[in-house]
């Protein structure tokens, strides 16, 4: 019996590991999930008559059993937001045959298929919240069959079983509700080995859902906020005083330029979405302000400062605040006109934070921890040089 074959084309979509400058400090971690969906085989219908013909029989009917269901248990990790290593147990379940001969008699046929995967996944970011994905891996299978025959059919090796490693393809979508929790539906083929001296593919169609571990959830509100913009209070006008004349003619008075701010703090979370290095529309608003206030002042150089909180590595940290410092010269260059080549970043990452060491406890991202650390995520510009 030949227990599985392609029953139809199924193609893999290679998907390419890119290195993305543009990878969040949360796409790294650990995750797992589950499984469940139809699995589908070909009977070699015409092997079996094949064989039974061999065997001096002549088959007048065969009823395939061909459909079951299958699931699988998985966990693996994801090293960026483009590649993975995934590994896990799958059963794909059960299918068989009952043939009818002439001499009189049936031959019944079972198979069972269970085993290890281990895949590495390519991961497509379509949306914030959609992704496709292709892997390529290999499975180690095992295979349990059952023969039994009546009436004039004798079955000389009731119970063959094979183990084997072999080929391993898929592809799928994925849809993050949040960024712990997401669903995926997936199209699998395996290669197997069906114990009698063939190999054949089985294919499953499954859906599932996949928990990552660790994934920080924002906030729902703040506990407190740093100010968007902070800039000191411009100094009184000086007035000119004269002596008094016999007949006093005033003078206008002579008012000071206004000062540019001297050093401005803005909230990460009033300019970018969280662990987001994108300035969003309600926070190019803060932008435009310190623009407007720094229009027509001569000054030599604006030096702009990314700081993330303590949640996540110290390499992540700095890339996303530095990435931070770049969006915010990028709009003051694109939207104000002010001249790149006097905006310096850099990025502080966790480096420097406000809050007072023991204020906020925990390791783990809670919400709770989340916003007891909401003012160290900020963004500094500092104006140097006025004249």
């Not at 970018?272 to 302000?289: E, M, N, R, S, Y």
Request: glycine fraction near 10%; hydrophobic fraction near 40%; charge should be positive.
């Amino acid at each position: 019996m030949k227990s599985a074959r392609a029953s139809g084309a199924l193609g893999l979509v290679a998907l390419a590991v890119i290195a993305s400058p543009f990878a969040a400090a949360d796409d790294s971690g650990w995750y797992g999930g589950i499984n469940i969906g139809q699995s589908r085989a070909k009977i070699d219908d015409e092997r079996i008559t094949r064989s039974l013909l061999a065997g001096g029989f002549t088959t007048t009917s065969i009823n395939d059993d061909d459909r079951d269901t299958g699931y699988k248990l998985f966990g693996g990790y994801r090293f960026n937001k483009n590649f993975a290593l995934e590994g896990g147990y799958f059963d794909l379940g059960k299918f068989g045959f009952t043939a009818t001969t002439v001499p009189a008699g049936t031959l019944n046929g079972n198979i069972k298929l269970q085993g290890l995967n281990l895949d590495a996944v390519g991961i497509l970011p379509i949306s914030e919240k959609f992704s496709a994905f292709g892997r390529i891996g290999v499975n180690y299978a095992e295979a349990r069959d059952s023969f039994s025959g009546a009436g004039a059919v004798n079955v000389l090796n009731p119970s063959p079983s094979k183990r084997d490693t072999n080929l391993k393809l898929g592809l799928g979508l994925q849809y993050d509700f949040t960024p712990s929790l997401g669903m995926r539906l997936e199209a699998e083929r395996y290669r197997v080995n069906d114990a009698v001296g063939n190999k054949g593919d089985i294919d499953l169609v499954s859906l599932g859902l996949v928990y990552r571990f660790g994934a920080p959830t924002p906030a729902p509100a703040p506990r407190a906020a740093v100010p968007a913009y902070v800039a000191p209070a411009p100094a009184p006008a000086p007035v000119a005083v004269m002596p008094p004349p016999p007949a006093p003619t005033p003078r206008p008075a002579v008012v000071a330029p206004r000062p540019a701010p001297t050093k401005v703090a803005f909230s990460a979370d009033s300019l970018f979405d969280f662990a987001k290095a994108d300035v969003k529309p309600a926070g190019a608003q803060h932008l435009d302000k310190f623009a407007a206030d720094v229009k027509g002042v001569d000054f030599e150089v604006i030096t702009v400062t990314g700081h993330t909180d303590r949640i996540g590595s110290h390499a992540s940290n700095m890339k996303l605040s530095e990435r931070r410092a770049e969006s915010v010269k990028t709009y003051l260059v694109q939207s104000a006109a002010i001249p790149a080549a006097k905006i310096s970043v850099k990025g502080a990452g966790e480096t420097e934070p406000v809050t007072k060491p023991g204020e906020c406890k925990g390791e783990k991202a809670t919400k709770k921890l989340i916003a007891c650390l909401q003012p160290d995520r900020r963004v500094e510009v500092e104006v140097s040089g006025t004249k």
